[in-house]
């Protein structure tokens, strides 16, 4: 997902995979991204920037072992995770030259 000012990518699990401003001439990437673990040889994938490990009622999720339901507008994307009774939602929008993100839990248990 492209602005004028910023460039955001996300992988397959939604997690933030790049983070760049375009007009910086070195392409700094802001984020850890999955190619760098690799050549460095550290191959922990759930370190990205959006897994999570959350504990509830001393039960643990972690994001890496559900699949999310990604779904993606102009502004940005949205990550839904559903564990349990719980859902969790990542929301990334692009606003300006910044980048917005939101996480919400729902308990969906009634």
């Known amino acids: 997902m492209k ?8 992988n397959h699990r939604g997690a933030l995979t790049q ?3 375009n007009d910086d001439p070195s392409r700094m990437n802001w984020v ?9 040889g550290y191959d922990d994938q759930d370190k ?3 897994e ?7 039960h643990q999720y972690q994001s890496m ?13 949205t990550v839904t995770y559903h ?6 939602r990542e929301n990334y929008r692009l606003v300006g030259n910044h980048l917005l993100w939101t996480i919400t839990l729902t308990n969906q248990a009634g």
């Open 65 to 77: 072992a559900v699949t999310p339901v990604i779904s993606e507008d102009d502004y940005g994307y």
């Open 48 to 50: 990205l920037f959006g």
């Open 19 to 21: 983070l760049t401003f």
């Open 32 to 40: 850890v991204s999955p190619d760098y673990l690799k050549q460095v």
């Open 52 to 58: 999570f490990t959350l504990t509830v009622a001393n």
């Open 3 to 10: 602005k004028p000012q910023v460039s955001i990518v996300h």
């Open 83 to 88: 564990l349990d009774q719980l859902q969790l």
